[in-house]
């Protein structure tokens, strides 16, 4: 059980969390947000729409064998399969140490979206540079920032798209009641990260190199049609081709898993 816990966090945390936040933080698409209400753990989201609201896609089957923890309760438990994969010294590094499987949850979300809260991501802020050139006095993304995802890359790679299903399927109720507190209280969440994994299936490929400009603390895209994507298209331009095709071969992956995980709905 173990070895598929960690499977899952390797994939979640690390595929989309993990690179989500070089996108957030160095580059295009980061906003920096206000600190959220005292009494809040996730910004209000807008109404549900009719599609959020529409009869459940892609069901999930019910595990009734193994209890879970309560949700407010299962940070003990992702803390514990993050150390058994990276050592606590990496864990206390890296990751937030609360409310792991919600900020998953806020990140997956988020992707489709502009604007994104840094204070809910649950990796902690790194201070790796992002990679500029200049050619011809333009400010370009450098070819070698796409070196920095590699570590990631290598991960999603190795993931096995059944073993997460059959781990993902164990721990749904947990993704699930995270998703409904967000603010989708006839959402349901498996339909949502089938959008969002369309949504990066989707993400453009780059013809070049990308422009870049300053003005401030952070890049944005010179662009205005790069800048007006999404911040999971963002991030498949970001992590460059070669590495956007890996990824995609893998959401493939597990989208078959995940859309079959249940009975289909007519």
């Known amino acids: 059980m173990k070895k598929m816990w960690r499977t899952l966090l390797a994939v979640i945390l690390l595929g989309l969390a993990g690179l989500a936040y070089y996108l957030w933080k160095q580059g295009p698409t980061y906003r920096p947000a206000p600190p959220p209400p005292a009494e809040a753990t996730a910004p209000s989201p807008p109404a549900p729409s009719a599609a959020v609201e529409a009869a459940v896609q892609y069901p999930v089957p019910e595990q009734t064998d193994k209890p879970l923890p309560p949700l407010a309760e299962s940070d003990a438990v992702a803390r514990d399969a993050l150390t058994d994969l990276f050592g606590a010294k990496a864990v206390k590094q890296l990751f937030a ?66 073993v997460f299903a059959a781990v993902y399927i164990r721990l749904y109720p947990l993704f699930q009641q995270a998703y409904r507190d967000l603010g989708y209280p006839k959402g349901y969440f498996n339909d949502r990260l089938v959008a969002v994994i369309d949504h990066l299936l989707d993400a453009p490929q780059s013809t070049g190199q990308i422009a870049l400009v300053q003005p401030h603390v952070f890049y944005r895209f010179v662009d205005p049609d790069l800048e007006s994507l999404s911040a999971g298209h963002k991030l498949m331009l970001r992590i460059g081709n070669d590495n956007a095709a890996i990824v995609k071969k893998k959401l493939r992956e597990i989208r078959k898993e995940l859309v079959t995980l249940g009975p289909e709905v007519k």
């Open 97 to 162: 140490p609360q409310e792991v499987i919600r900020r998953v949850v806020v990140t997956v979300d988020n992707l489709p979206r502009k604007v994104v809260s840094a204070q809910l991501m649950p990796t902690r802020p790194l201070d790796t540079p992002l990679r500029t050139s200049v050619e011809g006095g333009t400010l370009m993304l450098s070819p070698s920032n796409y070196e920095r995802y590699t570590p990631y890359i290598r991960l999603v790679a190795m993931v096995d798209a059944k």
